[in-house]
């Protein structure tokens, strides 16, 4: 992958950040919409465009291979669409949570567990559409409190899942190594390694 690729993968991992931090913004409570329903509408709506930009960061890092597949991979915007066409290129293409060990020589990876998988962005992506759109009256309403008492665990899967991770390129043997918050100034960057045996 060359440096404009690599580039705008962290551009959306970017985005993941300032979303992240809009989340904490409203769930801690330290800003408000000024009322409930609207915070929870708020925070999952980012959830949702988070999961967005998993799916357009992954259709970055595939895009040549996923092009000759798919004419319309520049107009895709729907997550669950855009990971059933990747998979079906690159059945590695979601992150792989991981953290260092720092004890070993050389370091290591070591997976994370708790993260939310790619079966969990789907359905949380299909659970936050559901408060797009104002439900209709005479039929069954949204539980408000399940989103309520979600938002939480959903952040910190995504958190775990991203943090650090591991992306498979279509060249099997080259990773992207992305650490979220990897300088100072708490932007992404992003390190490619190539497979060697042993």
Known sequence: ????????????????????????????????????????????????????????????????????????????????????????????????????????????WIKVDNYLTKDEAIDVYDKCGALMHVSNPYRAQIDINYYDSHIHIWYNKILNLLNQHIIQLVDEEKLLCIVMRGDEKGMPHGYEFIKVDG
């Open 1 to 108: 992958m060359d440096n404009n690729g690599i580039n705008a993968y962290l551009n959306q991992m970017f985005l993941i950040n300032k979303r992240m931090d809009a989340i904490l913004n409203i769930g801690l409570g330290e800003k408000s919409t000024l009322f409930k329903y609207t915070n929870i509408e708020f925070m999952t709506l980012q959830i949702r465009k988070i999961i967005e930009h998993i799916a357009m960061a992954n259709l970055i890092v595939n895009k040549d291979l996923y092009s000759r597949y798919n004419e319309k991979f520049a107009s895709n915007w729907n997550a669950r669409c855009i990971f059933r066409g990747i998979e079906k290129i690159n059945p590695r293409f979601y992150p792989e949570p991981v953290k260092t060990n720092n004890n070993t020589i050389p370091k290591q």
